[in-house]
């Protein structure tokens, strides 16, 4: 499966962006854990959220509870990060990221198989 991530920019603090995360090829979105990860530089790459197989199943990254939404829409193979009061500490490449299959969401690195390009996230102060 590839994945394609759109949505990355320069906000300011407190603004809001909406990331997606188009999916293509072999796939069997509907019954596949989607996620989102990031990594800062100099960071290792964190784990910010992930949707189970039918959007009612989530799990966030705390500091990022409460501001941050995903969900998907399996008719259109893509998954969604709502972001809303952004922070400067939120600033980091942003990565889409399809698990392993079955429907347990995991949130290291290693339970996910496939990974989009990537998009870039800044939070001016």
């Known amino acids: 499966v590839q994945l394609q991530a759109s949505g990355g920019g320069l906000v300011q603090a407190g603004g809001s962006l909406r990331l997606a995360c188009a999916a293509s090829?072999?796939?069997?979105?509907?019954?596949?854990?989607m996620g989102w990860f990031r990594q800062a530089p100099g960071k290792e790459r964190e784990f910010v959220a992930a949707?189970?197989?039918?959007?009612?199943?989530?799990d966030y990254l705390d500091a990022v509870k409460g501001r941050f939404t995903i969900s998907r829409d399996n008719a259109k193979n893509t998954v969604y990060l709502q972001m809303h009061s952004l922070k400067p500490e939120d600033t980091a490449v942003y990565y889409c990221a399809a698990s392993r299959a079955g429907s347990y969401i995991g949130t290291r690195t290693t339970d996910f198989i496939s990974w989009g390009q990537g998009t870039q996230v800044t939070v001016s102060s």
């Open positions: 090829g072999r796939t069997f979105f509907s019954s596949t854990v």
């Open positions: 949707v189970g197989w039918t959007g009612g199943t989530t």
